[in-house]
Structures are given as structure tokens and as C-alpha cells.
């Protein structure tokens, strides 16, 4: 078992596992790393140094989250200018898509994302059975104007064909 030291050394290892623990490093690699007995034991002590985090304040959480999103973008950007100047298109083309990506979370943070409100008014001043019956009436034009339009069919006389029918025993 690891010896453990005064409260303050203590405390400082927590807060070095929840350092590690926020850059997603495993539990498992936590313990090795700081050297604690187990995983349990890396698990307890980043859960007890979120206990003793004072609360923030939601304004503090969201400036501290844009300036996030913001170094973020600004390092997808470095990485996609040394991908094009290495001639790596397909790097920069990644880099600029997650830099997108981090934009578009941040103008969310930021509320740029609300949806506009949309109204539409319908007017319906016909029943379906009206509009059926208008669509029949406009067939039926049609079809008299195509009529009247071409010449009665002729009736042409057919061959006559004359045949038995002979069975055979």
C-alpha cells in the first residue's frame, strides 16, 4: 500500500488525478501514474477533490468554457496552416472541420444559436370536396375539347375470315 503523506501532499495528488482524470486519462492510469494502491483508490480521491471545488458560478462556467472553444479554434487553425504548408491537404481539411465544429459549440454557449420563430398562415378557402370536384370539371373540359378537336374514327371493314373447326376422333 502507498504511504501517504501529510494532508496537503494528499490533497495536492487529488488534485493531480483530477487533472489527469479531465485529460481522459483511466482511473487504472491515474493509480500508476500518482501512484495510488488502486483504481478505487485514484477514483475516491478525484471524487473527494470535486467535493471540495467550491461551486461556480454559471456566468464564471460559461466565460471559462468560451475561452475554451476559443483556444481551441485558434490551435485547429495553427494545425491546419502547418498541415498546408507541409502540403497535407487532408490534415488541414480535418483541422478547419474541427475548428468548425468548436465554433459552432461555442456560438451556442453563447446563445447565437437560437432558433427564429416562424409563422405561417394558411387560408383555405375551398373543401376537399370542392377541389375535387373543380379537378373532375377541368378533366372534363379537357377531354370535350380534345373530342371536338379530332375527327370521328372511321370505322375500317375487316377481312372476314371464315373457318371450321374439325375435330379428329
Known sequence: MTKLGPRAHSQQRAANAYKLRCTGRTYDDIANTIGYGSPASAFKAVQKHIA???AEEQDMARAMSAGTYLNVVARCFAVAEIAERQGKPHTAVM???????????????????????????????????????????????VLAAKQSALPAPQPNPMPIIDAEIVSEP
Open 95 to 141: 483541422a478547419l472541420d474541427a475548428a468548425a465544429g468548436a465554433q459552432a459549440k461555442h456560438d451556442a454557449l453563447r446563445g447565437l444559436n437560437v432558433p427564429v420563430t416562424q409563422k405561417v398562415d394558411v387560408n383555405v378557402q375551398h373543401s376537399a370536396a370542392g377541389v375535387v370536384e373543380a379537378a373532375r370539371e377541368q378533366m372534363r373540359q
Open 52 to 54: 471540495r471545488m467550491p
